[in-house]
């Protein structure tokens, strides 16, 4: 807390390098058990207490070195339509990893006609609004979940503590589940017009920004650019 109501007298302790007068006290036993048991009283109102976070990590330990693991890329798991590859950092000593997923698929004409590519536009916006509070929880614990849509796959990238990767990938891959089973119209309709509007607005920019935003269309040879797009998402309904 910081506060012009103290007064320098009172303050036993000085800041090293700035020499700013503080105290350092211990919380009050009263405000600790508010802390540890919060209680929100009934107002009427739709406010409450964040959830609790369980992104946060508690171990920061640094793996030992293994030079067999990090001197190339290993691939260490084969399924019939998925392969896991590992390369383990020895060099930077930091207890963070990364993950790459990348999805390969057909579902919905993705990546085969101008409709697949819509329909994964408009689902990655939808996708990121739906998990808009839980990737706030995350960015709280140093996480972060980036969602990009591949001329020829739907890449997903997690990064983050090792200590709790592992369970912020598994409620990313649960995110999706519930958003599928969830009326998300409200949504869609909101990401509708908002899409309407960036079509419309892409070809208001200078011409080498219309040369480099139109780089991924080119890429997949389909009929793609932004006001086919814009013409499909006017007659797209939830």
């Not at 406010?47 to 330990?61: A, G, I, R, V, Y």
Request: charge should be negative; include cysteine.
């Amino acid at each position: 807390m910081t506060s012009k109501s103290f007064d320098d007298s009172t303050l036993p302790n000085d800041e090293y390098w700035y020499k700013i007068k503080f105290s350092s006290e211990k919380y009050s036993e009263e405000l600790l058990q508010k802390l540890n048991k919060p209680e929100v009283v009934e107002n009427g109102k739709k406010l409450d207490l964040p959830p609790h976070n369980t992104l946060l990590p508690k171990n920061f330990d640094i793996l030992e070195d293994n030079v067999q693991l990090s001197s190339t890329v290993n691939l260490i798991s084969v399924w019939d339509d998925t392969e896991v590859w590992y390369k383990k950092d020895d060099k930077f000593k930091r207890p963070k990893a990364i993950v790459n997923l990348k999805i390969y698929t057909n579902d919905c004409d993705f990546s085969q006609t101008s409709e697949g590519r819509l329909f994964s536009e408009v689902w990655l916006e939808c996708l990121n609004e739906f998990a808009r509070e839980f990737t706030y929880m995350a960015s709280c614990a140093t996480l972060n979940v980036d969602t990009v849509i591949s001329p020829d796959n739907i890449n997903i990238k997690w990064s983050g503590f090792n200590d709790s990767l592992t369970i912020f990938i598994e409620e990313t891959i649960n995110l999706l589940h519930k958003m599928k089973d969830t009326n998300i119209e409200d949504i869609f309709n909101d990401k509708k017009e908002f899409l309407l509007q960036q079509y419309k607005n892409f070809y208001l920019n200078q011409t080498f920004r219309l040369a480099w935003g139109s780089v991924n269309y080119n890429l997949q040879k389909l009929d793609s650019e932004r006001r086919k797009l814009k013409e499909l998402l006017e007659k797209l309904t939830y």
